[in-house]
């Protein structure tokens, strides 16, 4: 959790932004929650895990709600727009504004068609593009099957609100211990980082088979073949980022050429990732991404059998005070 000392300073500078300031920095969070959960095997969007059934994310958003976000805008598909809304969207609406994106397949650009036999969504960047139109300023991205933890949404709400692009789009991102986002009951994929000496983001690497065993933690080889040793202390990426319009206008005039160099390949799995346009636009130096830092325990729903893990996880928070009961009476 983030020290109490820490928690005065952000709220101090947050505090100190002018009236005006305020409005025109204010972030939104944009929640993709259109995934399929194959691996889990149902909808673990919306499965319970609060003591008054709720879903995962609602913690996420309470979070986010203190830390200042006001406005969110969860992107669904119109399959499950029904009982989504059943389960978290009309709940959460008692304390956030809350918005709605359709990620549908057909959301493609002119002279693309969805290849036959494809249902797998296009991935996350095609996700927060699905909310395009209904984001004009700074925005910070979530999953919606992972517990964040307090502390990153606090670090993340007071950089958009005290960060604007300039002639380098000025992005950040929250990155984890490697050590606090593996699953005790199969492998994980992590986006690990290299950061360079300033702060800022130099590469983000898929590592995939990621599991823990005696002797610290391991992943698939880069080559494929064995494995190889990974710092427990490594800093990996969640999928929480935080980024300014200009994100949505690269990532919309890059995806045509994207789909023209992967579809051929892979045209029934790949996907369009957030990682993937971030960077690019680091290696064409149009961008800089600060490597924002949490020191939370991540807690996700890879697996159906992670859930029990995260029930009592999210009892004992309860318990110990950090969240009401009742989330948004």
Known sequence: MLPGK????????????????RKMNKPVLVVMAAGMGSRYGGMKQIDPVGPKGQP???YSLYDAHRAGFETVIFVIKHEIEEAFKAAIGDRVSQGMNVKYAFQQLDELPAGFTIPEGRVKPWGTCHAVLAAKDLIDGPFAVINADDYYGPEAFKVIYEYLSTHQDGAVYDYCMVSYLLKNTVSENGTVSRGVCVVNPDGTLHSVTERTGIETYEGGIRCTSLTGEGTDDLPVEAPVSMNLWGFGKSFLDEADRRFAGWLRENLPQNPLKCEYFLPTVASELI???KAAVTVLKSTDKWYGVTYREDKPTVVAAIAQKTQEGLYPEDLWA
């Open 56 to 58: 995962i994310v609602e």
């Open 6 to 21: 820490i928690w005065s300073i952000i709220d101090a500078k947050n505090s100190a932004l002018t009236q005006e300031e």
């Open 283 to 285: 290696d064409e130096g």
